[in-house]
């Protein structure tokens, strides 16, 4: 907050000056249009968490409460007898953690290859990549060819098969380029002269100046890995191999005309509360980073 | 290009030296992102010319090329068409509602809020983050026609809600709605960095020509934010052409398919009835439709400038 203020300060108050003459109470009005508006932003998630400790009947209730008449974790204790959760938390781990940490390898690698290197078919290479950019790994377009080769690897139902086809993306490389190109070549070659291997100057000199930039990368798939479905519904065919998203979805989904939704909401919550509490901590880096991105 | 400082006399060798160290670091990538990423792309349209099912996995051989049988049995399933029609809705209106609640959002927070900056920015940006099976599943508990809180909400407002995910009329309305709250905040954060970069001279300017807010806002701020704003629309688009997550969870495409959707059908051609030649005709129509779309807003948005 304060580092915003003094980054944007000059625009706010000279805007804030503006409006203030044109409406002399101030903005107040914004104030409560944009309050407003995270209400409608953040109440759904408020509710999920008031819902999830609320008792069957009361959630049947109407109108309904406010807040639950006794806090019970009932939902949770049910939630765990019916489904496996620790199990799917664990699936979606091993899933993200993969897939994040092969993005973050590779984009770092193929992205300096890109940026700094001449090799013949660097140019190829960076077609092929910027083609792709546009077709979204394991989407609609390619879901079915690759449950072909999965089928045929014999993968179909496992971890690799979910991790696979997400673990070189091309927007980490691209990204990585991006950044990396920033970075002067006097840097890399002194180094060079002094004898270094291009290994050495990527691992010493490069991936030092990275840091933001990757961990940037980093959050945004993991994210995205996180809260993936389309691919591990296709793939994932036993129940103790879902993740989380696939197993809330499959779970509201045999519930749809007489939810349980007290159970949904406490489903609800093993699978967003993580994130909301990872993105909180990580908040800076993200919306900046997402922003960043966006920009360049 | 980068490695000027090397001597040309010793040429040979160290072009062989170079391939192979970018070769060294590319190559673990390009193999998975070939096999992966790249060959099904390729793959997709080879096995949309085909009649694959399932007993084709594992004995190919029964395969035949039917030519364009599966695009012109696509084009004149019903299905299919109001699959691409949901799916176009989703488009033609969640894209522009997204994009200006985006701006409008970016602009406020911008320009006129000060305090708590930071925790609306937050906010704002929370549904971007969460799965969006969790979101849907919300959303139905909200959304329910007796007791829903929407629904109550209207009701303390003296008006009668619908049976909004029950009502092949609200269903779709209802999912765009769900897709615009969750992306707002996407196109907020890109569009806020957008603004904190336009460089205060023009402002300066603008303000010495006697513009005012409005005229500022119109002729200096939007043009500058063009760039942010094609980013952010292709973005959005992409993701919008292949909703499948909200009508999965919300309403199984339902009602009478009011809320199937194009990625729904091929889900289902492909693993429910494993028909994954029709399956993968319908995905590249898909995918035509992803780069029409594309090309067509590097073309408007940028081209106005």
């Given amino acids: 907050m304060s580092v915003e203020a003094s980054q944007g300060g000059r625009t706010d108050l000279e805007v804030t000056h503006h409006r203030s003459r044109r409406f002399p109470a101030g903005n107040w009005w914004l104030y409560v249009l944009v309050s407003l508006g995270l209400v409608v932003m953040v109440g759904p998630f408020v509710w999920m968490i008031l819902g999830s400790f609320k008792s069957q ?7 309904p409460t406010w807040l639950p008449a006794n806090f019970s974790g009932d939902n949770f204790q049910r939630l765990f007898e019916r489904l496996d959760f620790p199990r799917y938390f664990l699936n979606s781990t091993v899933v993200a953690g993969f897939i994040t940490l092969a993005n973050v390898a590779f984009a770092s690698m193929v992205g300096y290859a890109l940026a700094k290197l001449s090799f013949a078919g660097r140019k190829t290479v960076l077609l092929l ?13 390619t879901i079915v060819p690759l449950f072909i080769l999965m089928s045929k690897l014999n993968l179909v139902n496992s971890y690799a098969a979910v991790i696979l086809p997400f673990a070189a993306g091309p927007f980490g490389v691209f990204l990585m380029r991006q950044f990396i190109s920033t970075i002067p070549d006097d840097v890399l070659d002194a180094a060079r002269v002094d004898g270094a291997s291009e290994w050495t100057v990527f691992r010493r000199i490069v991936l030092p100046l990275l840091g933001p930039g990757l961990a940037a990368l980093g959050i945004f798939t993991f994210l995205q890995a996180w809260n993936g479905f389309l691919w591990p519904l296709v793939v994932l065919t036993s129940d103790e191999m879902y993740t989380l998203p696939v197993a809330l979805a499959t779970f509201a989904r045999e519930g749809q005309y007489q939810a349980d939704y007290g159970l949904l909401m406490a489903g609800s919550c093993m699978v967003v509360i993580p994130v909301v509490v990872v993105f909180l901590v990580l908040q800076r880096h993200f919306t900046q980073s997402i922003a960043m991105t966006g920009i360049k | 290009m980068a490695q000027s400082g090397a001597p ?14 970018g070769w060294a670091f590319t190559s673990p990538f390009l193999a998975i992102f070939g096999v992966f990423l790249a060959l099904p792309i390729v793959a997709s349209l080879i096995v949309s010319f085909t009649d694959f099912d399932l007993g084709d996995i594992s004995n190919p051989v029964g395969t035949d090329f039917i030519g364009l049988s599966n695009y012109s049995e696509a084009l004149a399933d019903p299905k299919f068409r109001k699959a691409a029609f949901n799916t176009g809705l989703f488009v033609v209106f969640g894209v522009p509602l997204t994009i200006l609640l985006g701006l409008a959002a970016s602009v406020a927070l911008n320009s006129g809020i000060r305090r708590f900056r930071a925790l609306f920015r937050v906010g704002y ?18 959304l329910q026609p007796e007791g829903g809180v929407v629904n109550v909400m209207l009701g303390y407002l003296g008006m009668e809600g619908p049976n909004w995910l029950g009502s092949s009329t609200f269903a779709m309305p209802s999912i765009i709605a769900l897709g615009v709250w969750r992306n707002m905040g996407f196109v907020m954060v890109i569009l806020l960095a957008a ?10 300017a603008a303000k010495v020509d006697g513009a005012r807010p409005w005229q500022t806002f119109r002729y200096v701020t939007l043009p500058l934010l063009r760039p942010g704003m094609l980013f952010a629309a292709v973005i959005t688009s992409i993701g919008y052409l292949q909703v499948m997550e909200e009508p999965f969870v919300m309403t199984a495409g339902g009602p009478l398919n009011s809320t199937l959707t194009l990625t729904m059908y091929v889900y289902e051609q492909g693993f429910h009835f494993f028909n994954l030649g029709y399956a993968s005709a319908m995905a590249y129509l898909l995918f035509i439709a992803i780069a029409l779309l594309t090309a067509l807003q590097f073309r408007v948005l940028r081209t106005q400038t």
């Fill in chain 1, 57 to 63: 009947a009361e959630l049947l209730s109407v109108p």
């Fill in chain 1, 129 to 141: 990549v910027l083609l792709t950019l546009m077709v979204p790994p394991a989407g609609p377009i």
């Fill in chain 2, 8 to 21: 040309a006399a010793s040429g040979r060798r160290l072009t062989r030296r170079n391939n192979l160290v």
């Fill in chain 2, 125 to 142: 940006y929370l549904p971007v983050v969460t799965s969006i099976v969790a979101i849907a599943v919300i959303w139905r508990f909200m």
């Fill in chain 2, 195 to 204: 603004l904190q970069g336009i460089d205060e001279q023009y402002y300066d």
